[in-house]
């Protein structure tokens, strides 16, 4: 079994990227700007954030946190994303979710300029994506793929199972692995003979938010396995695969911590470059 370091790939990634921006500021004297959005005092929401702009800083970008209260309504939140989108410094707008219940999700989305949409979350690159040319996709999807490929793990007439429907992880990532010419199945809370599907899973993604659902009965043996699980248990960070037992059959594994957690911050860094360049 190997296990997959992504830890170690989103610290390559982010050298990469830490390198191109001091190239670009040195040439055109400007490097890419990220704006993150946080609602409320939610903690687990406002270390993701904190993160994110710790790493901005670190690989050279400019960041431009706004950290607001609960108590802020739809339409100062419009304005503030109104501001964003004509800010040419900011080339990329993360609102972080979930937020407060008296605000519309997906107004908010919608009112995001999708050249700045470096979440992915916009219809409009939802739509790109489905069609196969977006350029800015989901972090953690794309991250998924990242470790793939970092690996050599061989995509194509493969088939990859996806547990999970979410517009965040299950649904993207099928259209990413579609794109790279996986045989897809997607599997849901709905989904009859479950472990009859996953066990013909050559690479089998994990993400229903349930701690330990993946057993290894779900299993082949070798099969690539990526789990995308964040749970809390007793106050421990726990995956949606049982590591101990699903490693043991498994060809790689992603552990929880330091899988797939690490490359999500890394690939938002990448469309906040992707986004600036496309600007240039
Ligand atoms: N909340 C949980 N995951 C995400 C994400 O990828 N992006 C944003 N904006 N919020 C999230």
Redesign the pocket.
């Known amino acids: 079994m190997v296990l997959i370091d992504g830890k170690r790939v989103s610290t390559e990634i982010r050298g990469r990227l830490e390198k191109e921006t001091a190239e670009l500021k040195t040439k055109i004297g400007r490097t890419p700007g990220l704006a993150t959005v946080l609602v409320g005092e939610d903690p687990a929401s406002a270390v993701y954030v904190r993160n994110k702009n710790k790493i901005c800083h670190e690989i050279g970008f400019q960041s431009f946190g706004q950290n607001l209260s609960a108590e802020t309504t739809e339409e100062e939140l419009l304005d503030i994303i109104k501001k964003l989108n004509s800010n040419d410094e900011v080339n990329g707008i993360?609102?972080?979710?979930?937020l407060p219940d008296h605000i519309d999700s997906e107004k908010i989305l919608l009112s995001i300029d999708p050249e700045k949409d470096v979440?992915g979350f916009h219809p409009i690159n939802v739509g790109k994506l489905a069609i196969g040319n977006a350029l800015l996709t989901?972090?953690?999807p794309t991250g998924i793929i990242a470790l793939l490929d970092y690996y050599k793990i061989e995509i194509p007439g493969k088939h990859a199972v996806v547990l999970g429907r979410s517009n965040?992880v299950g649904k993207p990532v099928a259209h990413l692995l579609l794109q790279r010419h996986a045989t897809v199945t997607i599997c849901h809370s709905k989904t009859k003979n479950l472990q009859q599907v996953t066990r013909q899973a050559d690479i089998l993604i994990a993400a229903v938010g349930r701690p330990h659902f993946v057993n290894s009965d779900m299993v082949k043996e070798g099969t690539v396995v990526i789990d995308v699980g964040i749970n809390r248990v007793d106050g421990k960070l726990t995956g949606d695969v049982d590591f101990d037992q699903v490693a043991e059959k498994a060809g790689l594994i992603t552990p929880v911590p330091g899988g797939v957690g690490p490359m999500?911050i890394a690939l938002l860094m990448e469309n906040t470059l992707k986004a600036f360049k496309a600007t240039q």
């Open positions: 993360l609102v972080q979710l979930p979440d989901p972090c953690t965040i999500t």
